[in-house]
């Protein structure tokens, strides 16, 4: 399995691509509740302590593979051409206490070569994760999309203040301000493509959640053109979550690429 998992990180043109850990049960994913020790952003259950709150975040601490990075020093590559085909779904939000995350219905793929993802959920960061040369934009936006095998794929958007954004307008309105179960607006529907830009152009590597257990198993697409939502949109959702942003972590042996 891992040698069929090494192949598929060529395939997907990600020098680096190994799974440290090996194969494992497909995790739980970024911000969901899992029924494992709780972790946070902040103080003694903050990022530097994920790796000792429980042996199944153990990765957090000792992975080599971690995300997010900085995109910083990127390689400019021909990489396999991405195709997304996202349906328009109705509006299922929870605030899981980390996040506010939509659930996507099925039927939504994204296709990375010859391999095709299922999307999942997408959810939202403040700041951004991901760094470009250095400095975190406003806010980050993760697709999490699932192949057959359990290998996940994550597209990141980053989001800068500028004009107001009509899709997170409506996601925005029917934020949940705290935790609990999903919440289904069914009269609401949207299309989360709405929400990229109009280039995908990206930057890929081999990386991991940037959530508690940290596994290693995502393959990494971040957008290069920024989408802009505004200010107050911005400050809407840091009224929730101030800041639930991973620190980057080292590059280690891996390839950053870039599409040109
Ligand atoms: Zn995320």
């Known amino acids: 399995m891992k040698r069929r998992m090494l192949l598929k990180g060529a395939a997907l043109g990600m020098a680096g ?12 994913i970024a911000g969901v ?26 990765a957090c601490q000792l ?26 779904t109705p509006l299922r939000i929870v605030n899981n206490g980390h996040t506010i995350q939509v659930n996507y219905e099925p039927g939504s793929t994204l296709t ?8 999942l959920q ?18 980050e936006l993760h697709l999490v999309h699932r192949n057959a095998s359990g290998v996940l794929a994550v597209v990141g958007v980053l989001l800068t203040a500028g004009a107001e954004n009509p899709v997170i307008k409506s996601i ?17 529907t949207l299309n989360v493509q709405d929400l990229l830009p ?28 920024p989408v802009t939502l505004s200010s107050s949109q911005i400050r809407q959702f840091a009224s929730l979550f101030p800041g639930n942003a991973r620190p980057v972590q080292a590059l280690n042996q891996r390839f950053l690429l870039r599409s040109p």
């Open 17 to 28: 691509g190994a799974l440290s850990l090996g194969w494992q049960q497909p995790p739980a």
């Open 112 to 119: 990375i070569g010859d391999q095709t993802f299922e999307l």
């Open 198 to 225: 109009a280039d995908l152009g990206s930057y890929r590597y081999s990386g991991s959640l940037t959530t508690p257990p940290c596994s290693e198993e995502v393959s990494w697409i971040i957008l290069q053109q």
């Open 63 to 88: 992975g080599t593979h971690q995300s997010p990075i900085d995109l910083n020093g990127a390689i400019v590559a021909a990489l396999p051409p991405i195709r997304l085909d996202y349906q328009e």
């Open 122 to 139: 997408f959810h939202f960061h403040h700041p951004s994760e991901h760094l470009v040369q250095g400095k975190a934009a406003d806010m």
């Open 33 to 58: 509740t899992s029924g494992s020790a709780q972790w946070g952003y902040t103080g003694q259950t903050g990022p530097e302590h994920w790796g000792e709150l429980s042996a199944e975040y153990q």
């Open 172 to 188: 925005f309105a029917a934020m949940p301000d705290r935790p609990g179960p999903e919440q289904l607006q069914s009269q609401v």
